[in-house]
């Protein structure tokens, strides 16, 4: 119990700590994503302080349960929506909401959000202290759907197939696709192995252990989105993808125009078309530094 007790406190302290790093992050860079994740992360810690009142017993597992689904409902929506946002610009001959992926996305996601506000109406109609264990592992199953089905159509456009990587813009691109998948899929997989964890042990004391690290694990994905992806772990996988036997790796590269340091996240690479006839150089598709890739804010 008091190793419980020294937990919660010390997660509360990272709550609390890890909002502060990402606000500060939303004033020295402010972009439209990092805003998104500073709002989410200030309506979690109230999630994580219940979770402690509700264990030291100064409020109700009730009033727990609430906050807890809220702040899932919550976190389920703004996720999909700013990784939806990404997507306009990640796909640039248009974002299709009704593409198979985004059709799965939308439809758990809606099928999750009703689930969640039908336990929170069963949790004060019937006087329940904890969600309802089936539609919680329904809702949860469909959230995690959700959010990777959105997240996977978001990203695939900056991965360039091998024959397609030719120039090390294209690999660079390749790089930060393959990072964000990467780190998203390794939190997905944790996530889940959490709540598997929780459902096993089939035991409603377990509920505040679970938020603790389920809390926790939130923040952690906010940061994965607040910071850009380490410098030399792109340059690597650059080096890696990079393709020398492409026939076309002579045509220029214009380095500053491509995803790194604190814009990898928040641009991407679009070549231009118009005007290919005018530089001798673009009749085999490469581009002269004047006509490389445009960098897109979002």
């Known amino acids: ?17 890890a909002a502060c ?20 992360s200030i309506f979690t810690i109230p999630g994580s302080i219940v979770n402690t009142l509700a264990y030291l017993k100064v409020t109700t597992d009730q009033w727990n349960s609430f ?10 929506t ?38 969640i506000i039908c336990q929170i109406a069963v949790l004060f109609a019937r006087n ?10 329904v809702c949860l199953t469909l959230s995690i759907i959700s959010s990777f089905s959105t997240f996977v159509y978001t990203f695939t456009p900056l991965l ?3 024959e397609n990587r030719v120039t090390e813009s294209h690999s660079r691109t390749t790089a930060v696709g393959t990072w964000y998948m990467s780190i998203q899929g390794s939190w997905y997989i944790f996530y889940g192995i959490l709540y598997v964890w929780f459902f096993a042990c089939n035991d409603n004391e377990m509920f505040s252990t679970m938020l603790l690290f389920d809390y926790n694990m939130r923040f952690i994905l906010c940061f994965m989105h607040t910071w850009s992806p380490p410098e030399y772990i792109i340059s690597l996988f650059t080096v890696r993808f ?26 991407y690479l679009k070549p231009k078309t118009n005007n290919l006839q005018e530089n001798p150089r673009d009749s085999d598709g490469c581009y002269a530094k004047d006509q490389s890739f445009k960098d897109n804010q979002i």
């Open 1 to 17: 119990m008091s190793q419980l007790i020294i937990g919660l406190a010390i997660s509360n302290v990272f709550c609390l700590v």
């Open 21 to 40: 790093l990402i606000a500060y992050q939303v004033i020295r860079h402010p972009k439209k994503i990092r805003v998104f994740i500073a709002i989410f």
């Open 67 to 76: 906050v807890y689904l809220f702040s899932t409902m919550l976190m389920l």
């Open 78 to 115: 703004m996720h999909c929506w700013m990784v939806a946002d990404i997507g306009r610009h990640t796909h640039i001959h248009g974002f299709n909401w009704w593409s198979p992926l985004m059709t799965v996305g939308n439809i758990t996601l809606f099928t999750a959000t009703m689930g």
């Open 128 to 137: 329940e202290s904890f969600p309802l264990r089936p539609v919680f592992m």
């Open 160 to 162: 360039y197939w091998k």
């Open 242 to 267: 990079f393709t020398l036997s492409s026939p076309r790796h002579h045509c220029f590269v214009d380095s500053e125009n491509t995803l790194s340091g604190e814009e990898s996240q928040n641009n």
